[in-house]
């Protein structure tokens, strides 16, 4: 895998991407030097980014100036992951800019809600955060849950903050941000 860092307004990105897409994404954390220590493991080694991944990177810079961005066309590198993990990241895919949706959805949508647990078991090991969006997965009572990305739940809160939707809206009321 080949890596790179880039500053946008929310503080320096790490990518990651092999021959078939893109396979990492680290979010800003307060120490670049943990962030880059982090990018490099597994024998990862500083590239140079192909136009796709500079278009990315541009994407992701638009994203965090509050820009309403869409990653779906961005070709990923799942390979190595569960299976389970897989259909949930494709799943979560659908949900663009502003959307969110529940752990218990997430679900139902893959075919039992006491797969709950595992859709969060999945969005904890997400291996490329913002792009495939986890961060728009709530709890059930609307609030944030967990977020293993730096900053933790404070993070989720602002990258839904900037695409318009408030923590803690009633249920039904999610997707438009009331």
Not at 65 to 89: C, K, M, N, Q, T
Not at 114 to 141: E, F, T, Y
């Amino acid at each position: 895998m080949e890596t790179t860092t880039f500053p946008t307004a929310l503080g320096v990105f790490g990518l990651g991407w092999t021959e078939t897409g893109l396979a990492r994404v680290l979010l800003p954390d307060d120490d670049e030097a943990a962030l880059r220590e982090r990018l490099g493991r597994g024998g990862a080694e500083a590239g140079d980014p192909p136009i796709w991944v500079e278009t990315l990177m541009g994407r992701i810079e638009d994203y965090a100036d509050g820009i309403a961005v869409d990653f779906s066309g961005v070709p990923l590198d799942l390979s190595g992951l569960p299976e389970f993990h897989r259909r949930a990241y494709q799943l979560l895919l659908g949900y663009g800019w502003g959307q969110v949706t529940t752990y218990g959805e997430m679900a139902r949508a893959l075919g039992d809600v006491g797969l709950s647990r595992a859709v969060g078991q999945a969005m904890g090991a997400n291996p490329m955060p913002l792009v495939i969006p986890c961060h728009r997965v709530l709890a059930s009572n609307g609030k944030a849950g967990g977020f293993s990305a730096p900053g933790g739940a404070a993070t989720k809160q602002k990258m839904l903050a900037l695409e318009g939707v408030t923590i803690g809206a009633p249920p039904g009321q999610l997707n438009f941000g009331f």
